[in-house]
C-alpha cells in the first residue's frame, strides 16, 4: 500500500518475527543500498527514521588502496631527512613536469 506524505512517497512493510524489516526496492535502488550497508535509527515523534550512514570514507579507501600500488610500483620518493630535502624534491620533481607538459603542446 503506497501512500503520499507531504513530499514523500511512503509504502506499509511488515516487521518480520526477529525485527527485520524489508525496505522496498525501488528506495533501495535509489539511494544505492547494498546487504551490510548500515542504517543509522532516529525517533522523531511518532516516527523512526532510516537514513543510510557511511561508516567507511570509500574515496580515502580508493586513494590509500592508490597509494599503496604506488609504492608497490616503486613510485615512491624519499625518504627525506629533512622538510627542507623533501620539498626540494617536489621542485624538481615539478620541474620536470612542467617540461614535459611543454613538450607534449609542441
Avoid at 523512526?48 to 590509500?64: G, M
Avoid at 615512491?76 to 620541474?95: D, Q
Wanted: proline residues 4%; charged residues 30%.
Amino acid at each position: 500500500m503506497n501512500t503520499q506524505i507531504h513530499n514523500f512517497t511512503s509504502q506499509v512493510v511488515k516487521i518480520g518475527f526477529s525485527r527485520q524489516i524489508i525496505i522496498p526496492k525501488r528506495l533501495y535502488d535509489e539511494f544505492r543500498l547494498r546487504p551490510g550497508n548500515y542504517l543509522e535509527v532516529q525517533r522523531s515523534g511518532a516516527r523512526i527514521i532510516l537514513q543510510p550512514k557511511q561508516l567507511v570514507n570509500w574515496e580515502l579507501e580508493a586513494d590509500l588502496a592508490e597509494s599503496r600500488e604506488d609504492a608497490r610500483m616503486g613510485r615512491v620518493y624519499g625518504p627525506f631527512s629533512t622538510a627542507k630535502k623533501l620539498v626540494a624534491s617536489l621542485n624538481k620533481e615539478g620541474k620536470k613536469l612542467k617540461k614535459k607538459d611543454r613538450e607534449s603542446l609542441l
